[in-house]
């Protein structure tokens, strides 16, 4: 184990109300029931039903439906630990028996392989996603495990382990899925159930990726991480979610085989790709083609993936290099891609979700029926549900153990990462005690109040991450500025019960200007304020502009909201000439620019008034950058 | 029929050698022949005697792989015309007789549906590709008739379009093929033919497109064109081929029934996606995903699609609006799309391709292997074929052809609408002969001379273009400078045998700066002469810079070669912080510029030399833009 920070388990934080706590109470009233309600509709518990019948039939879904009702599964048992509830107690049960049904003898489960009239086990590796439907089974069980959910499910996923063990296991066959996930999911089930060979057959399929035994498809071996063994990858690439899942497992087997070559590949990974390769609003993976990272500095906001999964993935994998290493710059995106690339999925209602998350929208979208899945996972309206719909039941997963990333402990520390309401109740490595009381309201707050429930002894401390934007401007309630280098203030006993510390945060608008190398935005800003990424719709601006049309000023910027209200120069830009639009063909844009303010909310607010025009990235009135012919002859 | 000029028959334009006559020359020494090599090794020519043979059989290659044999049909008709030759005349028969044997007794020709085995004919008329395929076949036995070949494909053709007329005429089913092309090569066929009911048949599916006939796909009913009747449509939209040979199709029924408002839609269809949704080398279609249009103004350079074929479509779209109306800025793109987006697309030995036409390649691509097709249509090196190989054999008929693009006739002039060595010989619509001789060492030379060889009389002229990029610097032999405004130079008869009119284009290097709305290239300035867009590859950077690196000082150009010499600033650039690139958590670029020079050559020819980065888009130094923190916390 070469871990710095253990979590906390489910009963020793507990969050209450404000921001997050809201976001919760919509996942267990909208969420959930309308993923559970979807799952029924389109037939996806039924394949296990048909399945259990024995019969040919028509499977319904992708390959991978399996793995909804597997995440949902995980989301409810975390719900009935957070808050016990006869129904959906019931409903848990009733699905889990129905999943229970559908295992074949020798442990199998999968719906779309192996029975009659249907392909043959393991058939296609590449992409029948067998490993990875199995892998969020293993998760469900293992998140029963930790919530103390009573379950059928634990003995489920040990006997399909032992399935895969036997066929995949270092007697077995040398293969791989083609979407990573199993990797991370065997170490948990490890975890919960205490059985060596799962960690056993976790390393074998980190250390075999990356050898080419997965067959040439269009978007090549990169695709599926099986271009370069996961300890050579210099970064992350190819479909962002699979590169994601896979490094998040190669934490896992670094921290448990106590693997220090394989931890520093997974922080290089992490470093190349956040600095390069990742939206201001945390969102990962560039392209629609093959969901992909695309190329450092291949940014463009209008054209962003940013896939919902990419980011709770991304979330996974700082978390793990966060306690295995004990940075806090893992929080830091963490907190970036929460609140901006996680809660711009579920519609405000949590009956709609986004697939995928642009940072610029240029024409507003429609809105995709409501009363079947959406066959595009594009950026119009949010949609009720997918024909692919991996996302919505991740999202609900991920705000029902949303705790877990807020808090920490190593040997003599009780770590406070994210802000919200909540206690803590938990003992240290050393075995000292720490009861403690957060109240903030944080985001829209700036302090928060730490108080002990208890007294905190002599050799134990409190640490309180600095947000990376606060850092340099954060004052503590003894006077102190943090300094703009101190990712944390101690808090260190001995202290008494009842002992406040006040941490002011500064929360006004921020300008962020792009790195110089991401052509897409060059020339453009875009607004923060604390932890929220700012956007601009055109319901927020004056009626007939779009946001196509607007320059920022960025010296007029003041709070307003949650947001702010910004100076802009509408261009009323139209082209005129009938060549390219970048040739010197007489385009004469006639630019007529007027000043009016804008105001700017919090990106993840997006899209719930209707559909608009929207952007994140806004290009900087400028006087070089003024009004003019669109080109010009020259020497 | 609406038309204002005629284009000239085979016979009356002779192109000789220089820059165009090498690609013809290379077209026949190595294109056609490769193409030839790769149809028979892949099985697809095979595909037709399997169905001769008339057992159940394994067809290889997609359902469109027949219409490759038919592109290449046409392709060596016109070859044949240029140049006879008792090979490529063998080996054209050949063909010819291997096609027209596997034709179904009901005129039915295809080898991917409706035989033993096989799915019934028109049951996939979103993805089958049946009727797309018919067109081609419709366009080899056309250019057959028109290039005067002895061939039975004419009559094969014909009884196939029986055959269509029978199931999708006016009294059969009201469907479409999801990929246009079939309306454009009735209409060739009708005009081969003299069959009016050609006519009838490409006027119904032109009518019956936009009436949501085909079935909900992924990418929508806009990507095949069914969102919106043709009549009705504002711009160009969805997959870009088929949105620009749908167009084409248009324009060539509008003319031949008169039908003005038809011919409108079209123009302004032209219009709203040339100066929107069109790249500075003519280049089409921005979204890789789809191979679709994307917004206006999205035209991101690094994830350009711009596909050959679809700059071969728009050519063939602008030429009909052209003969239409008279107007030379069709003339204007077809030149802009030739020079650098058409013949972007072979290597300089013919032997490989591209599909996708980036302008901005980050990461020196790999070479795809030589000796089987390539899976991906990426913007790696060129392939020498590929699984979807639309694009070799499109690149192949249209260099065979070429020169029906140089000039045409109305009733009282000959038009020359792009420069070559070439000869023209042809009656005028009034009766009047023009015989003139075209010569220039354009592109690379300034001037244009055009001898007459026989008198101009008093009623005819010749119209000499000038290209757009040229007016208002453009030189007379007279002495006369063209005006800004002036699309021709007219030289009016009578004029005597031997009378010489010389044109001196500006061949400077010139700089062209994007349009204000396109965010992707904001800051950054393009470099054009003559007819050619600029490039810089790495090679002709100092060793270790990547096009990545560069920033440009436009104020230091000279002409080089065919290209430029440029004044560069070289960043050397590096993210330095743990936080996303465009976020305020800590990073700061160490930008250390030095001065130095680049040379930029036409963009055609890159990747010639091994793989390498290339931009066409180049950020321009200003002491605006001076090194600095990425990004800075702000008000």
Redesign the interface.
Known sequence: MIQQQRPLAPSELILGGGFWGDFQELNRSAIIPHCLHWVEHVGWVGNFEAVTAGEPFQHAGTEFADSEIYKLLEAMAWELRRRPDDTLATQYADLVARVAAAQDPDGYLHTSFGHQGQRPRYSDLEWGHELYCFGHLFQAAAAAVRAGIVSDLPRVATALADHVYAEFGPDGRSDVCGHPEIELALVELHRATGRPQLLELARCFIERRGHGSLG?????AEYFQDDVPVREAGTLRGHAVRALYLAAGAVDVAVETGDQELLSACVRQW?SA???R???T?GMGS???DEAF??????????AYAETCAAIASVMLSWRLLLATGKE?YA??IE?TLYNSVISSPRADGRAFYYVNTL?Q??AGTAPAEDRPS??ALADLRAPWFEVSCCPPNVARTLANLGVYFASVSEDTLHLHQYADFTVDTTLGSGASVNLQVSTGYPDGATVSVVLRGALDAASSVALRIP??ARG?AVLSTGAVIGPDDETVTVAGPLPAGHEVVLHLPM?????????????????V???RGPFVLAVEDVDLPAGVTV?DIAID?SH??PSGQGARVGVVV?G?S?????????????T?R?VPTQTFATYQPYYRWANRGPSTMRV?T?EA?P??A?GP??????
Do not use: C
């Open positions: 040439q498809i269009e978007f090549g470093e956040v600095s390069r990742t939206y201001v945390g392209r629609h083609l695309g190329e450092d500095f291949e940014l463009p906001p209008d054209r710059r830091d995106l970036r610029h240029r024409v066959v595009r990376s934007w401007r006004l608008p921020r300008v962020t200007r792009p790195h110089p190398r991401i052509d897409a935005v060059r020339g453009q875009a607004l923060e196509n960025p910027i003041r261009n830009a082209p005129g000439g009938h060549g390219t639009p970048s040739s010197d063909e007489g385009v844009p630019l990235w290009p400028h070089a950058a009004p669109s080109s010009r002859p020259g020497a």
